[in-house]
């Protein structure tokens, strides 16, 4: 077991799910900032399967943060390969001077084949999708630095280039990684300042729902990678899961209903109680497994889907800042 060497204090995002109008979108966001979130997050999709219409995220989250005081906006995750690393660079600092100093990226490398299908842009193997993920990281912190930057790689060539403005955070806003493959996992390690743990993206451009990628073992291996990648700076790495937690009276009641829910045998109930990415039960519950959770892996940072922001708020009440 992988054991953090750094006790982070909680904080919780908002995953704007539901915001696909201009008052759902500062809606949510006034009342995520209300219940005490740290981040209002959007993803970063153009088609309506799986996760339903959504807003273009950074648009959108200028409107978040120009609606709110205190409250963080993000995305979770943007695909690096649907914009340049230049033009995003410009996006991201110019997010950042807006909100004040409220902007953090989420970035992958990519992963839903029929979305590069339906949009006619070629979905590499995956090995090529990271080694582009992997120059962009040295293009943007290189481009939010304030420096001209020049830049010979074998993905981008940059000559000479700077932004304007300067992202208000220094060196830049904080950047999040989403991973699940080792590779993926070890880079996020090394260059990321949060990293969100992901089930395993497959070869034919889907997410896997195996039980197997979101058991205890598997988590704690995937923590390992993290810190293999980050090496002396694991301490100052934030661990981040998007959860739904499921608010229940009875524990073995809505695992078994979890369980069936999934597809999984009723014999993997015991594994799925003890699965990192799962709550479930009553707050004071969710809330101890949190704790537990923080202490045996070190995920800190935990993101719940908007539906779910109202019933949540007693947790992040008890835990925020702890």
Not at 131 to 154: A, C, I, N, Q
Not at 256 to 285: K, N, Q
Request: cysteine-free; charged content about 25%.
């Amino acid at each position: 077991m992988t054991t953090p060497t750094t006790i982070r204090p909680f904080r919780f995002g908002v995953l704007g799910e539901r915001a696909t109008t201009t008052e759902a979108l500062t809606g949510t966001a006034r009342r995520a900032e209300e219940l005490g979130y740290s981040t209002f997050l959007l993803r970063d999709h153009f088609i309506r399967e799986p996760f339903g219409d959504q807003l273009a995220p950074m648009v959108a989250l200028t409107a978040a943060a120009l609606a709110t005081r205190t409250l963080r906006v993000g995305t979770v995750v943007l695909a690096n390969d649907y914009r340049h690393p230049v033009m995003l660079a410009k996006e991201v600092a110019t997010l950042d001077v807006l909100s004040g100093g409220r902007f953090e990226l989420g970035l992958g490398a990519g992963w839903l084949r029929e979305e590069y299908d339906r949009a006619g842009m070629p979905f590499d193997p995956a090995g090529r999708r990271v080694d582009r993920l992997e120059e962009s990281l040295l293009v943007l912190k290189g481009m939010l630095s304030g420096e001209p930057l020049d830049f010979d790689g074998k993905q981008y060539t940059i000559t000479s280039l700077s932004t304007f403005p300067t992202p208000h955070q220094r060196p830049h806003p904080p950047i999040q990684i989403g991973a699940g493959s080792r590779r993926m996992l070890r880079l996020a390690g090394r260059e990321a300042d949060t990293v969100g743990v992901l089930p395993r993206a497959l070869a034919e451009g889907t997410i896997s729902e195996e039980l197997s990628e979101r058991t205890a073992e598997t988590i704690a291996g995937k923590v390992a990678a993290i810190r293999e990648g980050a090496g002396r700076r694991f301490g100052d790495v934030e661990l981040s899961m998007v959860v739904s937690p499921v608010i229940a009276d009875d524990v073995a009641e809505a695992a078994l209903r979890y369980t069936e829910a999934h597809g999984w045998p009723e014999a993997a109930v015991p594994e799925v109680l003890d699965m990192p990415p799962v709550f479930l039960g009553p707050i004071e519950h969710i809330a101890e497994r949190m704790h537990d959770r923080r202490a045996r892996f070190g995920f800190s940072y935990y993101i719940v889907p908007d539906a779910l922001m109202e019933d949540f708020a007693p947790v992040v009440a008890s835990l925020s800042g702890r």
